[in-house]
C-alpha cells in the first residue's frame, strides 16, 4: 500500500538510518568529551549512554534478531538496557567512554547495513523485517528527542543552532472549532510503521466537542501566571497542587523573571518571550489548572485524534491533518529543524479538513487521557515497549514536537510521561464540551 516496490523499500530505510544517525551525531558532537559523560539532570542520562543504547538496540534486533549474526558485544546488554538502570543511576555505571562509543555504534551499523543488503524484503517476511528497520529508525529518533531535551537541560554557551521557523503568511484569528458527534475511526491497522499501541483501528463514538484551532501561546499562559494562578488552589486537581507545592512551581520550566518582563532560555539562548508562540515545557498539572482558570480543560486523547484525522466530507480518517501525504517542511514544525515551536499561523497547510491548526509539531500537547490498550492490542515486538506503562500512572501526549522526527510522529502517534514531566517539549491545546446549541 505505501511501497512502490522492494527497491524502494530497501533505499526508504537506509535514508531513514542515515537520517537518524546523522543527527544522534550532530547532537553528541556538538559537545566536549566531559559534557557527553556528564549528568545534566537527574531526569536525564549522560548523552554517551543514550547514544550506545540506540547502538545496542539496534545490535539486538537487527544484527542478532532479523540477521541471525552474532552478537557485538553481548557483555554491554545489561548496562544499556533501560529496565535495569534507572536514568539517575546510569552516570555510575562504568559506560563506554566516547571513543569506545562512537566505534561501537560504527561497528553496529556497518552490520546492520549489510543485513539490509541482504534481508528478504518480499512476501511473508516484508511486514516483519520492514517493521524492526522502522521499529529502531524510530527508536533513534525518540532517543534524538530525549537527547535534545538533554541539551535544554545543559548549561553554558548555545552550541546548536537552526533557523528561525516560518512566520505566520498571512493575518492571525484565534478561534474555536466544533468537531461534530458521531463515529470516528481511532488507530491504525495498515500504517506500515505504527507501534504496537497505536493498533488496531476500530471504530468509536465521539460526541460533539469543541477544540481550539491553536495550541495555547506563551501571551496566554502569561494571563495565567499574572493573575496569580500559581497561588490559587482552586485551579489545581488535588495531586497537581500537591506537586505545585512540593516543587515550588510559579511559570513553565526555562522562563526567567527580569524585572516586569519575561524571558525564556531557549538552549543556552536567553530572548524575550514570543507572545504568539506555543507555551512549551510546562507539566500535565499545570496544562491541567491553565485549563481549568480558561474555563475549559485538556481534550481526551480521542478527541484530539478525531481532531486531526477525522474528514467529515468522506468520514474517513487521515494519516495526518492535511491528508494522507508524508510530513514536508510546509506542513509541520518536526525533526529539530528548527529548535523552537513555531508561531501561530505558521503553518496553514497543515490544517485538518475542519481547520485544526499545528496538531502535528511545534508542542507535544497533553491530553486528559491516561495509557489503555485498544480493544484487540498485541503486544509487539515487546511488552517492553508500551504494555507494562499501561495503567494511571502516564498522561498521553499526542502531536509530537519540533524534536519530534516525522519518522516517529503521525495522526495516530501515541506519547505518554509521568503527569509531573516539563522537561519534555510538552504544551497544550484547549478544548471544551459542545453546547447543546452548538452541536445540531
Ligand atoms: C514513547 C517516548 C515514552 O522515551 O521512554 C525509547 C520511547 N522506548 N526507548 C521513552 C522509547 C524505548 C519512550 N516514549
Ligand atoms: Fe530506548
Known amino acids: 500500500q ?9 533505499d526508504r530505510v537506509a535514508a531513514d538510518l542515515a537520517r537518524s544517525r546523522a543527527r544522534s551525531t550532530a547532537l553528541t558532537d556538538a559537545v566536549d568529551d566531559d559534557d557527553l559523560v556528564k549528568q545534566h539532570s537527574k531526569l536525564m542520562s549522560p548523552l554517551v549512554w543514550d547514544f550506545a543504547h540506540i547502538a545496542n538496540q539496534e545490535e539486538l534486533w537487527l544484527v542478532r534478531d532479523v540477521g541471525g549474526r552474532e552478537p557485538v558485544r553481548h557483555d554491554i546488554d545489561e548496562m544499556y538496557d533501560a529496565f535495569q538502570h534507572p536514568r539517575a543511576d546510569r552516570p555510575a555505571l562504568p559506560l563506554l567512554s566516547p571513543v569506545e562509543t562512537r566505534s561501537y555504534v560504527r561497528e553496529v551499523r556497518d552490520k546492520v547495513l549489510d543485513v539490509l543488503a541482504s534481508t528478504p524484503l518480499e512476501g511473508r517476511r516484508l511486514v516483519e523485517n520492514a517493521f524492526a528497520f522502522g521499529m529502531i529508525v524510530q ?3 525518540q532517543h534524538n528527542e530525549t537527547m ?3 541539551h535544554q537541560l545543559r548549561t553554558g554557551e548555545p552550541v546548536l543552532h537552526a533557523d528561525s521557523p516560518p512566520a505566520p503568511p498571512g493575518p492571525v484569528v484565534d478561534e474555536e472549532i466544533l468537531v461534530p458527534g458521531g463515529p470516528f475511526t481511532l488507530g491504525t491497522s495498515v500504517e506500515p510503521w505504527a507501534l504496537d499501541n497505536e493498533r488496531p483501528a476500530h471504530q468509536v463514538d465521539v460526541p460533539a466537542f469543541v477544540i481550539d484551532k491553536y495550541p495555547v501561546t506563551n501571551s496566554a499562559y502569561l494571563e495565567f501566571v499574572a493573575a496569580g494562578g500559581y497561588d490559587q488552589e482552586r485551579w489545581w486537581s488535588a495531586d497537581g497542587w500537591a506537586y505545585r507545592q512540593k516543587a515550588n512551581l510559579t511559570s513553565p520550566r526555562f522562563w526567567l523573571r527580569d524585572g516586569d518582563r519575561w524571558l525564556r532560555n531557549g538552549f543556552g539562548l536567553v530572548e524575550p518571550l514570543v507572545p504568539d508562540e506555543p507555551v512549551v515545557h510546562v507539566c500535565f498539572y499545570e496544562a491541567e489548572a491553565f485549563a481549568a482558570w480558561a474555563g475549559k480543560r485538556l481534550p481526551t486523547e480521542v478527541e484530539w485524534e478525531k ?9 474517513r480518517s487521515r494519516r495526518y491533518p492535511w491528508g494522507d501525504e508524508d510530513p514536508g517542511p510546509q506542513h509541520a514544525n518536526l525533526g529539530q529543524r528548527h529548535l523552537r515551536p513555531a508561531r ?53 501526549l499526542r502531536g509530537g514536537s519540533f524534536g519530534a522526527d516525522a519518522s516517529a510522529c503521525r495522526g495516530t502517534f501515541r506519547n505518554w510521561d509521568y503527569p509531573i ?12 464540551d459542545a453546547r447543546p446549541d452548538e452541536s445540531q
Open 421 to 432: 514531566r516539563r522537561q519534555i517539549f510538552s504544551g497544550l491545546r484547549l478544548a471544551r
Open 148 to 150: 535534545l531535551a538533554t
Open 2 to 10: 505505501m511501497f512502490d516496490g522492494i527497491e524502494t523499500l530497501r
Open 139 to 141: 527508536h533513534e529518533q
Open 344 to 396: 501561530i499561523g505558521a503553518y496553514p497547510a497543515g490544517e485538518s479538513p475542519l481547520g485544526v491548526a499545528q496538531l502535528i509539531g511545534d508542542v507535544w500537547e497533553w491530553t486528559s487521557s491516561d495509557f489503555h490498550a485498544y480493544p484487540g492490542f498485541v503486544a509487539f515486538p515487546y511488552r517492553e515497549y508500551s504494555e507494562v506503562f499501561f495503567g494511571p500512572d502516564y498522561k498521553m
Open 307 to 315: 481532531a486531526a484525522r477525522h474528514d467529515p466530507a468522506t468520514g
